[in-house]
């Protein structure tokens, strides 16, 4: 995107009339600037680190296993732990993980 340096509006293309080359004017005022060459240009977008909102491996060192069936590998126990993530008057959620090391998956409910 380029941006008019007078108004600081975003310029759009056009085609100009006389000598039919496009060009950047702008929708605000008379600033006009010729396209003499080819606008190309590309930025890769760098995704942002994500924090794990249930605190990473060390939450689940100290947690309960109970029956419940992973999704993923079939396997009959899980760790769980309950978390409020809504309002007080919302249950809490329940947080799975299967206790199968090779599989880890993690699941929640509510």
């Not at 340096?5 to 060009?23: F, Q, R, V, W, Y």
């Not at 309950?82 to 998956?105: G, L």
């Amino acid at each position: 995107m380029l941006f008019c340096p007078t108004c600081s509006n975003m310029l759009i293309s056009a085609m100009d009339e006389e000598t039919t080359n496009n060009k950047w004017t702008c929708s605000i005022c008379p600033y006009q600037f010729p396209m003499t060459k080819q606008f190309n240009t590309r930025h890769k977008l760098r995704r942002k680190e994500v924090d794990d909102v249930l605190g990473g491996e060390e939450t689940w060192k100290n947690v309960d296993q109970t029956d419940a069936e992973c999704p993923k590998c079939s396997n009959l126990r899980a760790f769980f732990m309950q978390i409020q993530i809504r309002s007080a008057d919302e249950p809490m959620t329940t947080f799975y993980r299967c206790t199968n090391a090779k599989c880890a998956n993690q699941w929640r409910e509510g």
